[in-house]
Nanobody
Framework: QVQLVESGGGSVQAGGSLRLSCAAS????????MRWFRQAPGKKREGVAT???????SYTDSVKGRFTISKDNAKNTLYLQMNSLKPEDTAMYYC????????????????WGQGTEVTVSS
């Protein structure tokens, strides 16, 4: 049974930090492109960051320099370190396992987590 379980969300003030985790099980985590998405109230879900099987990363422009995606294959865990948080970062954050080991635009998603909520107050 595949599971992606996010944790680490919460409420912080602007300028603060949070570290999200996503514990994966039931599939080959190390061979999969992993992604973080977020969805703010009333907005479409957007991609935040990706990391492929070689550890290469990419970020949406609005989080570059503030967020860092990483993974620990030994622990089957994906992370998102979020620094210098802004109110516009408020959203539900989801981790996702993509179809394939390398990340690319338009890639299908195999599995989704249930999400963890992040609220940033000004």
């Amino acid at each position: 049974q595949v599971q992606l379980v996010e944790s680490g969300g919460g409420s912080v003030q602007a300028g603060g930090s949070l570290r999200l985790s996503c514990a994966a099980s039931g599939y080959t985590f190390s061979s999969t492109c992993m992604r973080w998405f977020r969805q703010a109230p009333g907005k479409k879900r957007e991609g935040v960051a990706t990391i492929d099987i070689g550890g290469r990363t990419s970020y949406t422009d609005s989080v570059k320099g503030r967020f860092t995606i990483s993974k620990d294959n030994a622990k089957n865990t994906l992370y998102l370190q979020m620094n210098s948080l802004k109110p516009e970062d408020t959203a539900m954050y989801y981790c996702a396992a993509a179809l394939g080991g390398y990340c690319y635009t338009g890639q299908s998603i195999r599995y989704w987590g249930q999400g963890t909520e992040v609220t940033v107050s000004s």
